[in-house]
């Protein structure tokens, strides 16, 4: 029986990113979640540790392969250490793991500048603020779905941004799901590692408006994970 398939959204958005492509896997028989992270806003630091940990405790004991989107990715060996289940990795989009770095150390210096100049009382704006004017109406038009994303958007802490990951290898199989052009240099970087890596000409929301492809992309990838194991 395929690895059930655990679906984990950006810590900087809310749980409606994945829902429907874990509905289109369920569709197909696969057993597939797509959990939320706990609200950054309401921890007060040690960030890595105390997601990973609360997370670990919703998945309970069954094993999984993990789809990580965006920020997540940085998560995720945190995550394999707080959590005896992670069989894989697919990285969606994703920030590839960097222990001893901050998000800030990776992020352009531009925009960390810009992140940092704009914080007040220790909190940056939320996730849709950083965003040029119109860019979000572009990638997910229904005004329904992008009012329910924006919904579950949160200030957040500068200090998530500024603690270094933990040092911390990632220990299992993975594959990348490119969406975006804005993330071709980690799927160069997986692509270096001889990891499997699909390209999805889509957006970095393409979850939310093309379900089905993402799905499709992420059943197969899945599936290579599982036989690479053996």
Partial sequence: MPDRIVLLHSPLLGGLAWQAVAADLQRR???????????LS?????????????????????????????GAGALIPALGSAWGGLRGVIFADAILPHPGRSWFDTAPPQLADSLRAGAEFGLLPSWDQWWPPGALERLVPDETLRDTLLGELTALPLDYFAEPAPTMELGVPAAFLRLSGAYDEEARGATRQGWPVVNLPLHHLAMLTHPEAVASAIASLADKLEHARG
Avoid at 29 to 39: D, E, T
Avoid at 45 to 66: N, W
Wanted: without cysteine; negative net charge; hydrophobic residues 50%.
């Fill in 29 to 39: 028989g696969r057993a597939a979640s797509a959990p939320a992270w706990p609200v």
């Fill in 42 to 70: 309401s921890l007060a630091g040690d960030f890595y540790r105390s997601l990973a940990t609360a997370l670990a405790v919703e998945l309970g004991e069954t094993p999984a392969t993990v789809v990580a989107h965006s």
